[in-house]
């Protein structure tokens, strides 16, 4: 079957995508890769250590993708609902083994997002040795922002990075505090998966996460970068 005649079963999902500033055309979603334990401070708030052998990852499916200033119903499963603010990264190349020096080359941009996590789910998946999905990946859990293109951005170095609730300051970092640097992430990510036209990076978060509650209002800021707005909505209901 040709795709000009292909006959849905049902209407196919809408290609994620995500507003880039100053521009029409949007960035369309692939995938989206999140990384762990990126800040040591935040390793430390969780209990854990940070790895300096090599990075970890948990994917998020792109139609989690939210865009910034959504209202977003208090999920489901979960007591204790939490916000991650992260700099994401925008990659608009391929990019197969490329090394670290050379890393930059496939950055399309970057945006503020939130990794928004179901933190005792997370738990119970840490303390039996499970994978992390039902904490992470679930509808609207990767919020974001308008993307800024790389060279209007500028290098990346001590940008402050940070996360209000209600105005009040939870996360409070910078960039340059990174553990493993945006050019390493990508390499290492390059030797693991091919494609990368249309990915995302959540690049971890500082410490100070915490839960939301229903009217709760989170705005996350990074210098250069529209901020990333969420407002948590009444719970779901059937
Ligand atoms: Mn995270």
């Known amino acids: 079957m040709t795709s000009a005649s292909a006959d849905f079963l049902f209407p196919p999902r809408p290609t994620p995508s995500v507003a880039v500033v ?3 055309a949007r960035f369309p979603v692939g995938r989206i ?3 762990g334990r990126n800040y040591a401070d935040h390793a430390k708030e ?9 990075p970890f990852y948990f994917l998020k499916d792109a139609g989690s993708i939210t865009a910034s200033g959504a209202t977003v119903p208090y999920p489901q499963a979960t007591s204790d609902f939490h916000h991650e603010m992260e700099f994401v990264v925008a990659i608009g190349a391929e990019a197969f083994d490329v090394p670290a020096e050379r890393a930059m080359a496939v950055v399309f941009g970057y945006a503020a997002g939130l990794d928004m996590t179901r933190r005792d789910l997370q738990a119970k998946a840490k303390a039996k040795g499970r994978p992390w999905d039902l904490a992470k990946n679930f509808e609207m859990a990767a919020v974001i922002a308008p993307i800024v293109r790389a060279a209007d951005f500028g290098p990346i170095g001590s940008q402050r990075i940070g996360l209000a609730v209600d105005g009040v300051l939870r996360q409070d970092s910078r960039l340059d505090e990174m553990v493993w640097s945006v050019p390493e992430l990508i390499s290492h990510l390059s030797r693991h998966y091919r494609r990368g036209a249309g990915d995302l990076i959540y690049t971890g978060t500082p410490a100070g996460v915490g839960a939301v509650v229903p ?3 989170i705005v996350g800021t990074i210098d250069g970068l529209p901020s990333v707005e969420l407002r948590i909505g009444p719970a779901a209901t059937a």
């Open 46 to 54: 969780m209990g854990a250590e940070v790895d300096r052998e090599a």
């Open 215 to 217: 009217g709760n209002r």
């Open 22 to 24: 100053g521009e029409t």
């Open 33 to 35: 890769f999140c990384v």
